[in-house]
């Protein structure tokens, strides 16, 4: 992909608006209030609808100082691409402006990794990195991202690329984060759902990549960015992380009064 070449907005109309205006006025709304901001060296987003989990998203982002330098893993729902697939060039955009990809860093990592993949192809419909922007863009003007997102859940690789991913970024002295995006429990009763995601995000606040993947399988969580989440976990570790923290869950149910069929959503930062 040419360095030029721009990745258009796949769901602004849909996950967000497609206006600037609306976009801006629905992201000041949901932060609210100015916070205090704490360093972090990851987090974790959800990636549904602005209606549904943006507020989730708005207490994550509004409370930390994000950095120049963003590395965003995320699941890839499309099917199309590499099962590890990085995007190294190109500009995306939102109704908000472009970002630039971060060629340099992408580079770095692709050149240092057995895994990863050099595809656009993966990126361009998929929706789970390209719902943080707007929140990003509206917080901070002068970022870069490098986009990654994953249809493999081997966790040895996933593992592996985590340990690739901090090896990268400890060369680059606190100037980048990691942010994975995932959704937790898919479709199911409220009870349920919220019991399913107590188990994860237990496993996720203890640092535990391997207890995430077993309480996914044994207790059939329909977390859909669980890779990701491995991958960061994984990284965020090798890079100093000690501690982390819940700073919001709630399910679309919270929102819409249907308790039927809900998904889950839970915002972590880590540090």
């Known amino acids: 992909m040419a360095a030029s070449k ?93 970002v630039k990809i971060d060629s340099d860093l992408a580079k770095q990592l692709l050149r240092g990794s057995k895994y990863l993949e050099d595809d656009s192809a993966a990126h361009i419909y998929e929706h789970s990195l390209e719902v943080q922007l707007p929140f990003l863009q509206y917080l901070k003007t002068d970022f ?31 100037s980048a984060m990691i942010l994975a995006s995932s959704d937790m429990t898919h479709y199911e009763p409220q009870e349920a759902a919220r019991n399913k995601d107590k188990e994860a995000i237990e496993a996720i606040l203890a640092l535990d990549e391997d207890r995430l993947l077993e309480r996914v399988r044994q207790l059939g969580i329909s977390m859909c960015g669980y890779a990701p989440v491995i991958v960061m976990l994984r990284a965020a570790k090798m890079l100093g992380a000690r501690f982390a923290s819940l700073v919001k869950y709630q399910t679309s149910g919270d929102i819409s009064g249907e308790l039927d069929s809900v998904v889950g959503y839970a915002g972590i930062t880590i540090y």
């Open 6 to 98: 721009i990745r258009k907005a796949a769901v602004a109309g849909k996950f967000y608006p497609s206006s600037a205006g609306e976009l801006k006025k629905q992201i000041k709304d949901l932060i609210g209030k100015e916070t205090d901001k704490t360093d972090v060296i990851a987090c974790m987003l959800p990636h549904a609808g602005y209606m549904y989990s943006g507020s989730v998203v708005a207490g994550v982002l509004s409370s930390v100082n994000i950095k120049e330098r963003i590395v965003l893993l995320g699941p890839n729902h499309t099917g199309f691409g590499a099962p590890f697939s990085i995007m190294t060039e190109g500009i995306w955009q939102t109704p908000l402006g472009k």
């Open 144 to 174: 870069k991202i490098v986009p990654i997102v994953f249809l493999s859940d081997g966790i040895e690789a996933l593992k592996e690329i985590g340990e690739e991913i901090a090896g990268v970024l400890k060369g680059l002295k606190g």
